[in-house]
C-alpha cells in the first residue's frame, strides 16, 4: 500500500474502514482477551486487572510516584488510589513518602507482591506467548517496534 492509499483510508468513515481494519478496536480487543485469559487467576490472588498492572510495573520499576504509576499501569489517579489501598492492605505494596517531595508518594512492592507477581508472571508468559503464536522473531520485534512508534506519537509523558 502506498503512502497515499493510507492517507485515504485514514479519512474513511468507520464503516468503510471496517472494525477488523481499525487499529484501536483491534488493540482494545487483543487487551480485553489477554486480560480475560488471566482473569480468573487474577480473582483467585484477590487482584483485578488494574492490580495486576500494578504490581506487574513495580515488578519492573522500583519506587515510582503514584502520579507516574497511574500512567505506566493505565489506569486512572482515583482507581489506582483505590487499588493501592487494597494492594498495601493485603500487604503487597508499601508507600514512602519522596524523599525531595514530601507531598509526594512513591510506591514499592513489599517481598509479599513480589511473591504475587511471581505466582502470576508465568500466566502472564504465556498469554503473551499465545498471542504471537504463528508469528516469527523478527514480525514480533517489528510489532512491538511499530507500537512504541504509536505510543511515542500519542503520549503525553516522556515514557
Do not use: C
Request: aromatic residues 6%; charged residues 25%; without cysteine.
Amino acid at each position: 500500500m502506498s503512502k497515499q492509499d493510507d492517507t485515504d483510508q485514514l479519512d474513511l468513515p468507520l464503516g468503510e474502514i471496517g472494525l477488523g481494519n481499525y487499529a484501536p478496536y483491534l488493540m482494545n480487543r487483543i487487551m480485553g482477551r489477554y486480560n480475560a485469559s488471566l482473569r480468573d487467576e487474577m480473582s483467585a490472588m484477590g487482584l483485578t486487572t488494574v492490580k495486576m498492572r500494578t504490581i506487574a510495573v513495580l515488578a519492573v520499576i522500583d519506587g515510582p510516584l503514584i502520579r507516574d504509576l497511574a500512567v505506566y499501569a493505565v489506569a486512572e489517579q482515583s482507581t489506582l488510589s483505590r487499588a493501592l489501598d487494597t494492594l498495601e492492605e493485603s500487604g503487597l505494596i508499601r508507600r514512602e513518602a519522596d524523599s525531595t517531595d514530601n507531598r509526594s508518594t512513591r510506591i514499592f512492592l513489599t517481598n509479599e507482591g513480589r511473591e504475587a507477581f511471581e505466582r502470576i508472571w508465568p500466566r502472564m508468559s504465556a498469554s503473551y506467548a499465545a498471542m504471537f503464536k504463528g508469528i516469527s522473531d523478527e514480525e514480533q520485534r517489528a510489532f512491538v517496534s511499530t507500537l512504541q512508534t504509536l505510543l511515542r506519537n500519542i503520549r503525553k509523558h516522556n515514557f
